[in-house]
């Protein structure tokens, strides 16, 4: 049974920073493309960032370029988005997903399976 599971989230001011990490479990057999997405209140859920199992592809929404990282370590079945330069508008909820045998892709249906979820704030 495949799980991921966020954790690292919380209340931080503009400016700060915060890792989340995604634990995977069951994600056996194949390769699989990692991403974050977020979704805040009122809004549809958004591509964040992604990489590939390889490492040799990853795309980040262009509202988050050059502030968030993603880092994937295989051998764990981990992967982090190291978040700085936090604004308001980055507070929603950031959900983990994998995609088993495809490329990185933006889109949401893409993904095979989700995370649960894990808030971050970020004040004014």
């Known amino acids: 049974q495949v799980q991921l599971v966020e954790s690292g989230g919380g209340l931080v001011q503009a400016g700060g920073s915060l890792r989340l990490s995604c634990a995977a479990s069951?994600?056996?057999?194949?390769?699989?493309?990692m991403a974050w997405f977020r979704q805040a209140p009122g809004k549809e859920r958004e591509f964040v960032a992604a990489?590939?199992?390889?490492?040799?592809?990853?795309t980040y929404a262009d509202s988050v370029k050059g502030r968030f990282t993603l880092s994937r370590d295989n051998a764990k079945n981990t992967v982090y988005l190291q978040m700085g330069s936090l604004k308001p508008e980055d507070t929603a909820v950031y959900y983990c997903a994998a995609r088993l045998w495809g490329s990185v892709t933006v889109v949401v249906s893409d993904y095979n399976y989700w995370g649960q979820g894990t808030q971050v704030t970020v004040s004014s």
């Open positions: 990489r590939s199992w390889s490492g040799a592809s990853t």
């Open positions: 069951g994600l056996t057999g194949g390769r699989y493309t």
